[in-house]
């Protein structure tokens, strides 16, 4: 069975429908990249799949005794809780020093167990709550913006990453992603999300394109793929600004 | 020993720092000081309905502080700005209980030992009640600490391994109402919440871990009753005050001392 199904699932936030009639749903190693404009329900999509929001509509079935591995969009440690990297990571359950030494490791920022959170970079913090995912040895990973802020090698890198782990330990991820069309390449499916699922399909590797390099220049290695939206409907009234011209990016 | 009144007054000053100092941490590290406030005044409505219909102060103030805690929780979770809210609820809850107070016929009542506390009158039952009341909460926090402080640090992260945050602040919200009944002796109600917060601030500066933390909270919120105790003996100044005015002092040689 899927990991997590999600079955004509809408969501509301007092009365008005954040996602309508969403039907989803990952099986073991895929790797899913939802793609939307802001406001397009991409973090109330994996909120509701966490089990956090409750559909007004629909049902969203955890296959039993599922581990998920969540990489929240923000965390902020307060200044006022002093907490080391490594009694992060033991929360909430005891990790062994050998456990965390190599979780860290595996994300690149070895030696960190005594480092305060609050004094963790932007991309130094992200790989410390990854780490903290995968020593919940998940099925799946979860991850809602976790590109925000690094700049493209520094995107490429984190893809590169997560494509790694999935490839070792054979989880499921799940990936939100704010960029329209840059997405990760290793993506198996892209889902376009627009308060209902606009669009769904593979992204277009096209690295060994001269535009391709143009467009992201030498570094990424591959990482990143261009995602060619299908838009096969309009929207109505307020739905205007929605943006179903995607497809000038691709022809590039 | 326990004939001494010193020695009691004593007693309840570390009892109450030992409830105080983690759950006072979750107060500072939540941003919930507000909160405290607002519980800790309900008490004193908490008092008149004891007076009122002659039950346990001890009860009547739980009952109360219990009452608010779960009104704030409630109201928080509406997602409106609290600031207003909590201002309108801790101090109404006071002024409330002191009219109230005033209608009460035949009891003759001493105001200031509940606004204040009265730590140098407690008795063995007041004993009782407090170091039973701290190691409850003690034993609940110590209980359900990691998914506290998972739930603290992310809602949805919490979620994501397993943990229901609205049961944990649930937890938070029960371990305030019964540090407040069992406080309100030691210090009274207007300052059951400089209990709770200045040890905990206090200890920050020297703390690497939120256990740490916790630990040196009791440590500071013991010292500072001691200090503040013997402060009022020899200066013969009011013991709670005295209690908070040593917390005080602690808090302000902590500063400078953040470790990064």
Redesign the interface.
């Known amino acids: 069975m899927s990991l997590i199904s999600a079955k004509d699932v809408t969501v509301c936030y007092d009365a008005a429908p954040v996602l309508s009639h969403v039907n989803f749903s990952i099986e073991s190693g895929e790797i899913v990249t939802v793609v939307g404009p802001n406001g397009s329900g991409k973090s109330t999509l994996l909120?509701t799949l966490?089990?956090?929001l409750t559909p007004s509509k629909g049902t969203v079935t955890p296959k039993p005794g599922l581990s998920?591995?969540?990489v929240?969009q923000r965390?902020s440690?307060?200044t006022?809780?002093?907490?080391?990297v490594s009694?992060?990571l033991s929360?909430?359950?005891k990790k062994s020093d050998a456990e965390q030494s190599h979780a860290l490791e595996r994300v690149g920022v070895q030696g960190f167990e005594?480092r305060?959170m609050v004094?963790l970079s932007g991309g130094q913090f992200q790989r410390v709550l990854l780490a903290r995912a995968l020593l919940?040895k998940p099925d799946i990973l979860?991850l809602d913006e976790p590109t925000q802020g690094l700049d493209q090698p520094g995107v490429a890198a984190f893809y590169r990453l997560i494509e790694d782990v999935r490839n070792e330990t054979g989880c499921a991820v799940l990936l939100v992603s704010h960029d329209l069309h840059v997405v990760m390449s290793a993506s198996d499916r892209v889902i376009c999300l627009n308060g209902h699922i606009c669009c769904e399909g593979a992204p277009t590797v096209v690295s060994e394109t001269p535009e391709y390099r143009a467009l992201f220049g030498l570094g990424t290695q591959g990482a990143l793929a261009l995602y060619q939206h299908a838009h096969d409907h309009v929207h109505d009234g307020d739905c205007d600004h929605h943006d179903h011209a995607h497809e000038d990016h691709a022809n590039a | 020993m326990l004939d001494d009144f010193f020695v009691r007054a004593a007693l309840a000053g570390v009892g109450v720092a030992l409830a105080a100092g983690p759950l006072g941490s979750f107060v500072v590290w939540r941003r919930m000081a507000y909160f405290g406030d607002a519980t800790s005044h309900a008490a004193i409505l908490g008092v008149a309905m004891a007076l009122g219909f002659s039950s346990s102060v001890f009860l009547g103030t739980l009952v109360a502080a219990l009452g608010m805690a779960l009104l704030v929780n409630m109201l928080s979770h509406k997602g409106h700005s609290m600031d207003t809210a909590l201002g309108v609820l801790a101090h109404s809850a006071l002024a409330l209980g002191l009219v109230a107070i005033s209608f009460i016929q035949g009891v003759r009542v001493d105001l200031s030992a509940y606004l204040f506390g009265d730590i140098l009158a407690v008795s063995r039952l007041d004993l009782l009640v407090i170091w039973s009341g701290a190691l409850v909460v003690t034993g609940l926090l110590y209980w359900r600490w990691s998914a506290l402080l998972t739930a603290t640090l992310n809602r949805d992260l919490a979620q994501a391994s397993g943990i229901n945050p609205r049961r944990e602040e649930l937890v938070l919200t029960l371990a305030l109402a019964l540090v407040v009944a069992v406080a309100i002796k030691v210090v009274g109600a207007l300052l059951i919440a400089a209990m709770l917060i200045i040890p905990a601030a206090a200890a920050r500066g020297f703390a690497r871990t939120p256990e740490h933390m916790a630990i040196g909270a009791i440590v500071f919120g013991a010292a500072s009753a001691l200090a503040g105790l013997g402060m009022s003996l020899w200066l013969d100044t009011p013991a709670g005050p005295s209690i908070v005015a040593a917390a005080a002092a602690f808090f302000a040689t902590s500063l400078g001392r953040r470790k990064a």
């Open positions: 909120r966490l089990g956090v998920v591995g969540y929240p965390l440690v307060d006022s809780m002093p907490i080391t009694r992060f929360l909430p359950h005594t305060q004094d919940a979860i």
